[in-house]
């Protein structure tokens, strides 16, 4: 074929509008339709989706603004939603809350840490990486391959090293382990380090955590509590059971030693009288003295125990016993010599027996109470178990190891309550002071306490206590006098109750550098109610004391406890000799009135001769003259010790005064056949002096001689003036006798009050023991002081110096008194409200010639001179304490009398108000005079012819 090769194309043709034409058409519609529902269901959609997905872009947003915004998103109605909302808002609330707490926990523990002692690490072991935190100097994280020291170096103590090592290598995961870690300061302390140890899936140490933390206070009394179970606390001495255990162990390898078993005798009586701390003190003082002995003298390695309250057990290697006993001898020496033995004495008794391997521990000991028993009932203060008799070892064992009695905190105590606590038992201050010097000398290094106590009396500073063995210089008998003078500039210059350095105002002060020993003293000046009181000295202390504020304030207290406790004694013994004169007084007082009332009963019994009754009256006169003069006394120390009795010096004739004594002692020398000798050595015969107060002293050293001299024997008066200084003369007295004597310890003692060297029934009947304590305070006015010399046996001489200003002299004529006075034709008034005094001075006055008219009280005397015409009364007496009206008070009215005679009239006061203050008021009422009962004639016939002559 043609066409054979050929590929044909068949074609058809048609016209628009054909049938083809139209469903080409169709097709076009369908295909706009589907488009266009197409494009409106999506967007029908899109609006649904929008309006569907509206609440959950709220809630989006809500969470987008966080907590404000979940807490603000408003309810959808859509439960699902709104539930979603509420787990959204739950779970944003927790996570907030658990993100403060970690915040809080963060601050805490870094609050912790930077409060903290404690130092923290993490190791990490394969990195060799160490982080420290809290360190104080190496906080970081530091390369331990670099810096190898913070694994092995120094700071730990070699003897924990080896342990802390072995503690990490061995833990299986925690750690907890103490050793000593140096600080910066050099001191090692313990610490404990604890934590936990990490490991890996092959088992190795990846991280070590942990803290070291700081336990050395808490270890030291760990240790200070094991220590107090094994060591007695007072004498660091083994307590007797651990102590016996060391004993035991150190005899298996060598059982040959000696036991030696100390007991201080009456100790339980000296704890109940001073106190449990004094007891403390005192073993605490007698173990220091132990060791030190022993070892001095080469008795070591010993196990010394406190066996008992008062006994100690010293267990000695091999040793012989001979050293022992010398040692144990000298022990006891300086063991005594803690106190003061006149006041306590301190003894100990020892037993001592052998150890070895024919006895047992438990047998020696029992060997030693044996030998302590012997020495207890013997003559013998050391006894050796060996040497006693088959009877001594047979006798019952009567040493037991009493039960240890003890406050165990005398360590922890400062020096002021151990002051206070001495002070507070009623023992003897001297042997306080001993012990609390002991505890001084331990801290403040001084060498010696020397305390004064002054005496404003005397005006004397006297040696009170002093510890150490003091040499005073020679014939110094440790007493200070001064003037008023002088002891107004100490007051004035020194302060009280303070420390003071002794620098020249006080090394130059006489008053306290005799007692002072050199620029390193401490002085403490003590006060009581307010008036300086004597010094306390501590010699040769450490000044360093000064520049410690509490060091010098312990110091203090402790002088201020010193000060307290003198001054309670003191006024004790005040009290105890108020109560002491009360009772003498009573007797004293007694004993002449029951020979006034015996003699008047004696003289007034019907058939009593004229000469009987003479010699009672004259008995009755003897007993009102002793009765009068204790009276006397007595007023004359009460105006020393108030202050009121005063030195009147006047122009007086001393050698006319002195010749005057020898009529006064006629009586007396009489008597008993005593020779009286008088040496007279005057350059001039008047002075400016108080002859009244100077009469009364030698009156009562010449009559204290009389009293003690023996029959025919001999009293000297002797009176020398010497040089004249400043227009004064020195006059020396001396009244010396060779009678009985007065023994040493009893010199100071005869110038107290009612206390005599003699006390005999014969002696209180011829004094009261006022007389030479008033005379030693009249001479202390007259700045000086009595000096005594007596031996026993032998005499005494009682002796005084006194300077006086010589003046020129009078010519005195002598007149002679006729025998009888008489005032015929005077009239007085007496006013009395007592009947027996009234009849007694209105008889007096009539034996003189003079009419008497009476009143009872002062009112009646103010009446009886109204209704009197004027001049009538000569003079009236006028007793001071009446009824109604009083004297004082009756006179001020019968002086504002309007009445020229009654502003001029003569008033006496005649009253036993006797003292000068009462004078002075009588004279300030408007008085002319003051006279005192009972009445002396001399003084009233004086007073009537001044008046009435």
């Given amino acids: 074929m043609p066409y054979e090769d050929t590929q044909w194309a068949l074609c058809g043709f048609v016209t628009e509008d054909s049938v083809y034409g139209l469903i080409s058409d169709v097709y076009e519609r369908i295909l706009g339709a589907i488009l266009g529902s197409a494009l409106m269901a999506v967007i029908l959609v899109y609006f649904l989706v929008q309006y569907a997905t509206e609440p959950v872009y709220h809630l989006v947003e809500s969470v987008r603004g966080g907590v404000k915004g979940i807490h603000g998103f408003q309810e959808s109605g859509i439960q699902e939603l709104d539930e979603l909302h509420k787990v959204i808002e739950n779970l944003t609330d927790t996570q907030m809350q658990t993100e403060n707490q970690l915040l809080e926990e963060k601050e805490r523990y870094r609050i912790a840490v930077e409060s ?19 360190s104080k100097g190496n906080d970081g994280v530091w390369d331990c391959g670099k810096h190898p020291e913070f694994l092995d170096n120094d700071s730990i103590h070699p003897a924990d090293k080896a342990k802390l090592v072995n503690a990490v290598k061995s833990s299986d995961g925690v750690l907890d382990v103490d050793f000593r870690l140096q600080h910066a300061n050099g001191e090692f302390q313990w610490v404990n ?25 808490h270890k030291l009394l760990e240790q200070a509590q094991k220590r107090k179970q094994i060591y007695d606390s007072i004498t660091s001495f083994y307590r007797l059971g651990s102590g016996l255990e060391v004993v035991e162990t150190l005899c298996r390898d060598d059982p040959e030693g000696v036991l030696v078993l100390l007991e201080i005798q009456q100790f339980s009586k000296i704890d ?42 010293i267990w000695l290697p091999v040793c012989t016993t001979g050293p022992i006993v010398s040692s144990v001898q000298r022990l006891e020496k300086d063991f005594r010599a803690l106190t003061d033995e006149k006041y306590l004495s301190l003894s100990l008794k020892c037993g001592i027996a052998v150890t070895g391997s024919r006895n ?25 178990y060996e040497e006693l008799s088959t009877v001594e070892k047979a006798c019952a064992v009567d040493v037991a190891f ?34 609390l010097a002991l505890k001084l000398q331990e801290k403040y290094h001084l060498t010696d306490i020397v305390i004064t106590h002054f005496n404003g009396e005397y005006m004397v500073n006297n040696l009170l206590y002093c510890w150490k063995t003091w040499e005073k210089k020679d014939g110094w008998d440790g007493m200070v006098h001064c003037s008023e003078k002088q002891y107004q500039h100490f007051v004035e210059t020194q302060e009280m109750q303070q420390l003071l350095t002794s620098g020249e105002s006080i090394w130059k002060e006489p ?30 202390i450490d000044q360093d004391v000064l520049e410690k504020k509490e060091e010098c304030k312990c110091l203090e207290e402790i002088s201020a406890i010193i000060q307290n406790r003198l001054n309670l004694e003191r006024h004790d013994l005040s009290a105890k000799a108020k109560s002491d004169f009360l009772a003498r007084m009573s007797h004293e007082i007694r004993t002449p009135m029951n020979g006034i009332i015996g003699m008047t009963e004696i003289a007034l019994k019907d058939g009593q001769t004229e000469e009987r009754r003479i010699d009672c009256l004259r008995k009755i006169e003897y007993s009102s003259e002793y009765l009068l003069g204790l009276i006397n006394d007595i007023l004359d120390m009460s105006k020393i010790e108030s202050g009121k009795m005063r030195l009147i010096e006047e122009k007086c004739n001393l050698m006319e005064m002195i010749q005057g004594l020898r009529p006064l002692l006629e009586a007396k020398l009489n008597e008993n056949n005593i020779q009286y000798i008088a040496d007279i050595q005057l350059k001039n015969h008047w002075f400016m002096a108080d002859s009244l107060r100077l009469n009364q002293v030698l009156v009562n050293l010449l009559g204290n001689a009389l009293k003690y001299s023996r029959p025919d024997g001999h009293v000297w008066l002797t009176v020398r003036e010497t040089e004249e200084e400043k227009g004064f003369s020195n006059l020396y ?19 107290r009050q009612f206390e005599q060297a003699d006390n005999s029934e014969n002696a209180r009947k011829q004094g009261t023991g006022l007389g030479l304590a008033i005379s030693r305070r009249i001479v202390r006015m007259m700045d000086s002081d009595i000096k005594l010399e007596s031996e026993p046996g032998k005499g005494s001489s009682f002796s005084f110096n006194v300077k006086l200003q010589p003046v020129s002299g009078e010519k005195t004529t002598v007149t002679s008194q006729p025998e009888e006075i008489s005032f015929p034709g005077k009239r007085i008034l007496v006013v009395e409200d007592n009947e027996l005094n009234m009849e007694i001075i209105c008889t007096i006055l009539e034996n003189y010639g003079i009419k008497t008219e009476q009143a009872v009280n002062g009112k009646e005397a103010v009446r009886r001179m109204e209704e009197s015409v004027p001049g009538y009364y000569d003079m009236i007496f006028m007793d001071i304490m009446m009824p109604e009206m009083d004297g004082l ?17 003569p008033i006496y006061a005649m009253s036993a108000n006797a003292f000068d203050e009462d004078v002075k008021r009588s004279l300030a009422s408007g008085m002319n005079g003051h006279l005192s009962k009972p009445v002396n004639l001399q003084v009233l016939e004086k007073t009537l012819q001044k008046v009435l002559g």
């Fill in 116 to 134: 903290s002692q404690d130092a923290f690490f993490t190791y990490k072991c394969k990195e060799k990486l160490l982080e420290i935190v809290n």
């Fill in 193 to 217: 380090l604890s934590g936990s140890i990490t490991f890996d899936e092959n088992k190795e140490r990846s991280r070590v955590v942990g803290c070291i933390h700081n336990v050395h206070q």
């Fill in 272 to 313: 109940e009288r001073y106190g449990l701390i004094f007891g403390d003190i005192i073993l605490e003082q007698f173990a220091g003295l132990l060791a030190k002995r022993f070892q001095e003298d080469g008795l070591n390695g010993g196990i010394y125990i406190r066996a008992g309250a008062d006994q100690m057990l």
């Fill in 360 to 384: 047992s521990l438990s047998e020696a000991l029992e060997q030693t109470k044996t030998a302590l028993t012997a020495a207890r009932h013997g003559k013998q203060e050391i006894m050796f």
């Fill in 402 to 435: 009493a039960e240890v009695a003890s406050l165990e905190r005398l360590k922890e105590m400062t020096l002021s309550s151990i002051a206070l606590n001495l002070f507070d038992r009623d023992g003897d201050t001297s042997v306080v002071l001993d012990i």
């Fill in 511 to 540: 008053l306290i550098q005799p007692f002072a020993s050199g620029r390193n003293d401490i002085v403490f000046h003590m006060t009581d109610n307010g008036q300086y009181s004597g010094s306390i000295v501590f010699r040769d």
């Fill in 733 to 751: 007295f001396q009244v010396r006798d060779d009678g009985i004597g007065i023994a040493p310890e009893k010199q100071q003692l005869i110038f």
């Fill in 889 to 905: 008070e009756a006179t001020r009215t019968i002086r504002n009398l309007d009445r020229e005679d009654c502003k001029k009239i």
